[in-house]
């Protein structure tokens, strides 16, 4: 039997088919844009994310060339989507989401900090509130958008949009509820009334049907099995948000095991019982063990953008000589960084240029490049660039630590990035762990592909996903360059507190 599995994420969406060993028969991309109106105001049209998805699905069956009948099914994750999708009763939808990356809901969340005791909002959901989370985007809706409000039917996530286009199935998975923040009540399980009265958000614009990530939600509709290529009634299963199911495809399941994933952003996570929430961090249930286990992440809004956005400003020349030679233009980058030491020869990055996530959770923060002279190159910057994400992941670690999380030695690293062996080994230097990249890098599609094959039967248990991963041999951290970077660190964690003020300002 086969299996599919599909992840809808921020700058585009990817589908893998395995078999039920986990070998990897093909996979499909495809790239969008995020709709940038404002400065820090980030939104996706949903159609974007229905055609992607249904492109890559047939795309995979056609390459893979399988026999349809013995795809066995269906699992979807997708990045967080913030406020979520607002829809109305015919689920067409209102307005764009306001994605994770939005951070226009500075209002309302100091209307939460002014008038919600903070350990109230913690002791309930197990988070605390920053504009990134869902439930301050559907407020500033709420304040902001009031014709839109009142035609509300529900707030959907982007992945439970596109399952609900193939099924006509509406769902929610426990990570997907969990990581709104704020009306989510972690212990229960189940939307917390109490908050959404605090709140002002009407229980019933949240989806009633609340389950696991190995559920199956629905099956394919007749007049969608020509658009995705599946046979009609193929069962299609929950997942969940990204995060945590890249943290499964690195065969994460144990308290102490622990992954970053780094592509576009940064989500380092950990699984345990939930007994030590840590406050700063995002907490949510796990898309295996749904009800026992919680997935505890921090996470820096960019990393791979740092890179992309460099590429597109300042590496025209890489661009165009990897198209000609067929390498990619961030291979011809990293071996410009292979020439600059450790510490880029004095310059410090901050790597806030969407604003920021844990652990500061200042949407103020802005981007710095601080100690440039006439002596720097292109490529000192660019070192600077990947040192800053790693600086970033460290920052996300240390509050990890400082909460009482388990963590062993060894970081798994998956993601796009993690193709770069000079960044991975930066990752190491930086935070002094021993990281292991994964064989396969498809990380969100292919824990999406185990959560099918557990949703169908096709698979018995979590256990399993332990068959399915395979590991590189760990990169080690080089004690010297640990004891640069240490130095450096200091710098860049005081760059911050003395930039804040200056940055509001701005």
Same mark, same amino acid.
């Given at each position: 039997?086969?299996?599919?599995?599909?992840?809808?994420?921020?700058?585009?969406?990817?589908?893998v088919?395995?078999?039920?060993?986990?070998?990897?028969?093909?996979?499909?991309?495809?790239e969008?844009?995020?709709?940038?109106?404002?400065?820090?105001?980030?939104?996706?049209?949903?159609?974007?994310?229905?055609k992607?998805?249904?492109?890559?699905?047939?795309?995979?069956?056609?390459?893979?060339?399988? %026999?349809?009948?013995?795809?066995?099914?269906?699992?979807?994750?997708?990045?967080?989507?913030?406020s979520?999708?607002?829809?109305?009763?015919?689920?067409e939808p209102?307005?764009?989401?306001?994605?994770?990356?939005?951070?226009?809901?500075?209002?309302e969340?100091?209307?939460?900090?002014?008038?919600?005791?903070?350990?109230?909002?913690?002791?309930?959901?197990?988070?605390?509130?920053?504009?990134?989370?869902?439930?301050?985007?559907?407020?500033?809706?709420?304040?902001?958008e009031?014709?839109?409000?009142?035609?509300?039917?529900?707030?959907?996530?982007?992945?439970?949009?596109?399952?609900?286009?193939?099924?006509?199935?509406?769902?929610?998975?426990?990570?997907?509820?969990?990581?709104?923040?704020?009306?989510?009540?972690?212990?229960?399980?189940?939307?917390?009334?109490?908050?959404?009265?605090?709140?002002?958000?009407?229980?019933?614009?949240?989806?009633?049907?609340?389950?696991?990530?190995?559920?199956?939600v629905?099956?394919?509709?007749?007049?969608?099995?020509?658009?995705?290529?599946?046979l009609?009634?193929?069962?299609?299963?929950?997942?969940?948000?990204?995060?945590?199911?890249?943290?499964?495809?690195?065969?994460?399941?144990?308290?102490?095991?622990?992954?970053?994933?780094?592509?576009?952003?940064?989500?380092?996570?950990?699984?345990?019982?939930?007994?030590?929430?840590?406050?700063?961090?995002?907490?949510? %249930?796990?898309?295996?063990?749904?009800?026992?286990?919680?997935?505890?992440?921090?996470?820096?809004?960019?990393?791979?953008?740092?890179?992309?956005?460099?590429?597109?400003?300042?590496?025209?020349?890489?661009?165009?000589?990897?198209?000609?030679?067929?390498?990619?233009?961030?291979?011809?980058?990293?071996?410009?960084?292979?020439?600059?030491?450790?510490?880029?020869?004095?310059?410090?990055v901050l790597?806030?240029?969407?604003?920021e996530?844990?652990?500061?959770?200042? %949407?103020?923060?802005?981007?710095?490049?601080?100690?440039?002279?006439?002596?720097?190159?292109?490529?000192?910057?660019?070192?600077?660039?990947?040192?800053?994400?790693?600086?970033?992941?460290?920052?996300?670690?240390?509050?990890?630590?400082?909460?009482?999380?388990?963590?062993?030695?060894?970081?798994?690293?998956?993601?796009?990035?993690?193709k770069?062996?000079?960044?991975?080994?930066?990752?190491?230097?930086?935070?002094?762990?021993?990281?292991?990249?994964?064989?396969?890098?498809?990380?969100?599609?292919?824990?999406?592909?185990?959560?099918?094959?557990?949703?169908?039967?096709?698979?018995?248990?979590?256990?399993?996903?332990?068959?399915?991963?395979?590991?590189?041999?760990?990169?080690?951290?080089?004690?010297?360059?640990?004891?640069?970077?240490?130095?450096?660190?200091e710098?860049?964690?005081?760059?911050?507190?003395?930039?804040?003020?200056?940055?509001?300002?701005?």
């Open positions: 039997m086969y299996l599919i599995g599909t992840d809808i994420g921020t700058q585009g969406t990817k589908s088919l395995v078999n039920e060993k986990g070998k990897v028969l093909s996979e499909a991309t495809r969008y844009d995020v709709i940038t109106p404002k400065p820090n105001w980030a939104e996706v049209w949903p159609d974007v994310w229905v992607a998805a249904f492109e890559t699905i047939k795309e995979v069956i056609e390459r893979a060339n399988v %026999p349809k009948k013995n795809i066995a099914g269906i699992a979807i994750s997708g990045l967080y989507g913030g979520g999708i607002p829809v109305d009763r015919n689920m209102l307005r764009p989401c306001l994605i994770w990356m939005d951070r226009r809901a500075v209002r969340t100091e209307w939460v900090k002014e008038n919600v005791p903070k350990d109230l909002i913690f002791s309930i959901t197990g988070n605390y509130v920053d504009s990134y989370y869902g439930f301050t985007k559907i407020m500033w809706i709420r304040n902001n009031p014709e839109i409000w009142k035609k509300v039917y529900k707030f959907v996530t982007p992945k439970d949009y596109v399952i609900h286009r193939m099924t006509g199935c509406l769902a929610i998975d426990y990570s997907s509820a969990g990581n709104l923040g704020g009306v989510f009540d972690v212990k229960k399980l189940n939307w917390s009334k109490e908050m959404c009265d605090i709140l002002g958000i009407p229980m019933e614009y949240l989806p009633e049907r609340i389950v696991k990530s190995s559920e199956v629905g099956k394919v509709k007749r007049e969608v099995s020509q658009l995705c290529g599946l009609e009634g193929t069962p299609v299963v929950a997942g969940g948000i990204d995060a945590p199911v890249a943290q499964l495809s690195a065969g994460a399941l144990e308290e102490g095991e622990h992954v970053a994933m780094v592509g576009t952003s940064t989500c380092w996570g950990t699984v345990h019982d939930g007994s030590k929430l840590a406050f700063g961090l995002v907490s949510y %249930p796990y898309v295996v063990y749904d009800t026992e286990r919680i997935y505890t992440f921090g996470g820096s809004a960019t990393t791979g953008a740092l890179a992309r956005w460099f590429k597109e400003q300042f590496a025209e020349s890489e661009t165009v000589v990897g198209e000609r030679i067929g390498v990619s233009p961030y291979q011809l980058l990293d071996e410009e960084v292979k020439r600059v030491p450790p510490g880029s020869d004095g310059i410090v790597p806030y240029f969407m604003g996530r844990s652990p500061i959770w200042d %949407p103020s923060a802005r981007g710095v490049i601080f100690g440039v002279t006439l002596y720097h190159k292109r490529s000192h910057i660019y070192r600077a660039l990947m040192e800053a994400g790693a600086y970033a992941l460290r920052h996300n670690i240390e509050a990890g630590l400082k909460a009482g999380l388990k963590l062993n030695e060894e970081c798994w690293i998956v993601g796009g990035v993690a770069s062996s000079v960044w991975v080994k930066i990752f190491a230097d930086v935070t002094g762990f021993k990281m292991r990249q994964v064989e396969t890098l498809v990380e969100a599609p292919f824990g999406d592909a185990f959560l099918a094959g557990l949703g169908t039967g096709v698979i018995d248990k979590p256990e399993r996903i332990k068959e399915w991963v395979k590991y590189k041999k760990p990169i080690e951290p080089e004690p010297e360059n640990k004891k640069i970077y240490d130095k450096y660190y710098i860049y964690l005081k760059l911050y507190e003395n930039t804040k003020k200056l940055m509001q300002e701005l």
